[in-house]
């Protein structure tokens, strides 16, 4: 039977086009549900947007539509990106459908029914941006310790969820799950948070009407974060479809941005004890972007549209300069001439010519077949020693979201193999010694062969060409990285001629 492997993106406001922030959450969710599938894994892939709250509310009301309307405009921004940056999720949520309210509404009765629910009144500082409250304790200057706007004192009959008696258990869960939350940093980070204490959290609002109506008190309606989590049930089908989500949930791994991770490490698995419903395995909290060392932000006018660098630059070349130029968990700037250095030397010098002059010599030397190996060399045990410690390490890392090194991993084959090619010579080999010639392809052949499975999840498509250039029938996405893990010899390959142009260089 197969194993199954459920990972999910945040659900995205809808009052804002998206920009690099969101497509990197999606398309680190996205490296992860590929790398799943050649794991052998069946993926569930969840992503979606957040149409509640005052935020939508104002949007609307200033372009003078009802929310519903801008969602149903928005939304396709969402999912034309998604299918241009070639995300393969398999759900996809919003929080208007009508099986979403039912989960709601029914999650909130049931933690309402274990009488962790009580009416009472709310006033403290509240951000519309962030739709969170604070204490004056928290503020920064008197303003959001978030986002650094100006806060709105409010004061409104509001419903709380009896957080404060969530402190210990999920004390006790985090001590006893520390990969709950990742990287360390931020595992350590929410352990204090709740060492500290948790207070009562108010889960409803009077204030505005966009959004779902507490069960039996519509005045109420249901606070944005409340709603918002439970989309990753909805999504799986909670309620509507019980045979997939027995199948799925608990969710392997909710992917997020740094910002909201205490929604997702204390609030949600808060809810979820409640409600008695099991919790997520995993949380993993990315850095933030900064573009060309500043915030992004509409007034600075460098909000970066994922598009344009798309089709500057290439999907994949975008896809890959993410992940290759910063520790996957730490914050990083985008500029130009990074993505561009990234194109020209890791993907031009190194691996898109380490492909192209391989192509090239097995087309020239041995008519674009792989022969049986013949002769063995001094250092060819070694250099499959190493392969086959590095496919350890790249698995190792990719396990544990660190993409960068799992990628640096990839990148030592490409390395091993430029230099193999360069100390075995294979042109003055073609001159008198065919029996080693015919090892050292069939060598170099497997070296990309697999540094092309490794890199797939990240580059899906120009893997997908590299993997038909070098002879081999049916497509990377469809095979597995067990069966693809080792040396051997194929006797089907369709002749290998050349490969279409990979990652040219850009003028620096
Ligand atoms: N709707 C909530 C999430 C609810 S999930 C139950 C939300 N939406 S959002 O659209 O504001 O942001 C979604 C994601 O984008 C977050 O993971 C956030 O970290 C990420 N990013 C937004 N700006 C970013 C950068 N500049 N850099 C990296 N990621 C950033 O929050």
């Given at each position: 039977?197969?194993?199954?492997?459920?990972?999910?993106?945040?659900?995205?406001?809808?009052?804002?086009?998206?920009?690099?922030?969101?497509?990197?959450?999606?398309?680190?969710?996205?490296?992860?549900?590929?790398?799943?599938?050649?794991?052998?894994?069946?993926?569930?892939?969840?992503?979606?947007?957040?149409?509640?709250?005052?935020?939508?509310?104002?949007?609307?009301?200033?372009?003078?539509?009802?929310?519903?309307?801008?969602?149903?405009?928005?939304?396709?921004?969402?999912?034309?990106?998604?299918?241009?940056?070639?995300?393969?999720?398999?759900?996809?949520?919003?929080?208007?459908?009508?099986?979403?309210?039912?989960?709601?509404?029914?999650?909130?009765?049931?933690?309402?029914?274990?009488?962790?629910?009580?009416?009472?009144?709310?006033?403290?500082?509240?951000?519309?941006?962030?739709?969170?409250?604070?204490?004056?304790?928290?503020?920064?200057?008197?303003?959001?310790?978030?986002?650094?706007?100006?806060?709105?004192?409010?004061?409104?009959?509001?419903?709380?969820?009896?957080?404060?008696?969530?402190?210990e258990p999920l004390l006790?869960?985090?001590?006893?799950?520390?990969?709950?939350?990742?990287?360390?940093?931020?595992?350590?980070?929410?352990?204090?948070?709740?060492?500290?204490?948790?207070?009562?959290?108010?889960?409803?609002?009077?204030?505005?009407?966009?959004?779902?109506?507490?069960?039996?008190?519509?005045?109420?309606?249901?606070?944005?974060?409340?709603?918002?989590?439970?989309?990753?049930?909805?999504?799986?089908?909670?309620?509507?479809?019980?045979?997939?989500?027995?199948?799925?949930?608990?969710?392997?791994?909710?992917?997020?941005?740094?910002?909201?991770?205490?929604?997702?490490?204390?609030?949600?698995?808060?809810?979820?004890?409640?409600?008695?419903?099991?919790?997520?395995?995993?949380?993993?909290?990315?850095?933030?972007?900064?573009?060309?060392?500043?915030?992004?932000?509409?007034?600075?006018?460098?909000?970066?549209?994922?598009?344009?660098?798309?089709?500057?630059?290439?999907?994949?070349?975008?896809?890959?300069?993410?992940?290759?130029?910063?520790?996957?968990?730490?914050?990083?700037?985008?500029?130009?001439?990074?993505?561009?250095?990234?194109?020209?030397?890791?993907?031009?010098?190194?691996?898109?010519?380490?492909?192209?002059?391989?192509?090239?010599?097995?087309?020239?030397?041995?008519?674009?077949?792989?022969?049986?190996?013949?002769?063995?060399?001094?250092?060819?045990?070694?250099?499959?020693?190493?392969?086959?410690?590095?496919?350890?390490?790249?698995?190792?890392?990719?396990?544990?979201?660190?993409?960068?090194?799992?990628?640096?991993?990839?990148?030592?084959?490409?390395?091993?193999?430029?230099?193999?090619?360069?100390?075995?010579?294979?042109?003055?080999?073609?001159?008198?010694?065919?029996?080693?010639?015919?090892?050292?392809?069939?060598?170099?052949?497997?070296?990309?062969?697999?540094?092309?499975?490794?890199?797939?999840?990240?580059?899906?498509?120009?893997?997908?060409?590299?993997?038909?250039?070098?002879?081999?029938?049916?497509e990377i996405a469809e095979?597995?990285?067990?069966?693809e893990s080792c040396f051997?010899?194929?006797?089907?390959?369709?002749?290998?001629?050349?490969?279409?142009?990979?990652?040219?260089?850009?003028?620096?």
């Amino acid at each position: 039977m197969a194993r199954h492997y459920y990972i999910t993106t945040p659900i995205y406001y809808i009052n804002d086009v998206p920009h690099i922030g969101h497509a990197y959450t999606t398309i680190a969710a996205d490296i992860m549900a590929r790398y799943k599938r050649l794991q052998g894994f069946d993926v569930f892939f969840l992503t979606g947007v957040d149409e509640h709250g005052q935020k939508a509310e104002k949007a609307a009301i200033a372009q003078g539509i009802h929310p519903k309307e801008l969602a149903d405009g928005m939304v396709h921004k969402f999912t034309d990106l998604w299918e241009k940056l070639d995300i393969s999720n398999t759900g996809f949520v919003r929080t208007t459908e009508e099986k979403h309210r039912k989960v709601v509404q029914h999650l909130f009765k049931t933690i309402e029914a274990k009488d962790d629910i009580y009416l009472g009144a709310y006033e403290d500082w509240y951000c519309i941006p962030c739709e969170s409250y604070f204490t004056e304790l928290q503020l920064k200057d008197g303003r959001c310790p978030d986002c650094n706007r100006p806060l709105e004192k409010l004061k409104e009959e509001s419903y709380f969820f009896r957080m404060s008696r969530y402190t210990e258990p999920l004390l006790s869960f985090l001590e006893s799950h520390q990969k709950f939350v990742m990287p360390e940093v931020r595992y350590n980070e929410v352990l204090s948070f709740v060492k500290g204490g948790l207070r009562d959290l108010s889960i409803s609002r009077t204030s505005f009407q966009w959004g779902i109506p507490v069960p039996d008190n519509p005045q109420h309606i249901v606070y944005v974060w409340f709603d918002a989590l439970a989309n990753y049930l909805t999504g799986s089908g909670f309620l509507s479809d019980n045979g997939t989500f027995e199948q799925y949930w608990p969710c392997d791994a909710h992917l997020i941005g740094k910002d909201i991770l205490r929604f997702h490490a204390v609030y949600w698995p808060s809810f979820l004890m409640s409600a008695g419903i099991a919790l997520p395995k995993a949380v993993f909290a990315h850095g933030w972007w900064t573009v060309e060392g500043q915030k992004m932000s509409k007034s600075l006018g460098n909000v970066v549209a994922p598009a344009e660098i798309v089709d500057t630059y290439g999907l994949d070349q975008f896809r890959f300069f993410l992940f290759r130029e910063v520790p996957f968990g730490l914050d990083g700037d985008f500029s130009r001439e990074a993505i561009v250095h990234r194109i020209n030397g890791d993907l031009a010098n190194d691996f898109g010519n380490l492909v192209s002059r391989s192509v090239t010599m097995i087309k020239k030397f041995q008519d674009g077949k792989i022969e049986q190996p013949g002769e063995s060399g001094g250092t060819d045990e070694h250099l499959v020693e190493q392969v086959q410690r590095l496919l350890v390490d790249y698995q190792k890392e990719m396990e544990v979201f660190a993409f960068h090194k799992a990628l640096a991993a990839a990148f030592e084959i490409v390395s091993l193999f430029n230099k193999y090619v360069d100390s075995e010579a294979p042109w003055n080999l073609a001159k008198g010694n065919k029996a080693r010639l015919q090892t050292v392809l069939h060598n170099l052949w497997n070296g990309i062969r697999i540094a092309t499975l490794l890199l797939h999840p990240f580059m899906p498509r120009k893997t997908e060409t590299i993997w038909k250039a070098i002879g081999l029938q049916g497509e990377i996405a469809e095979t597995s990285m067990e069966r693809e893990s080792c040396f051997y010899h194929a006797e089907a390959l369709s002749p290998i001629d050349k490969v279409p142009p990979l990652f040219p260089r850009i003028g620096e």
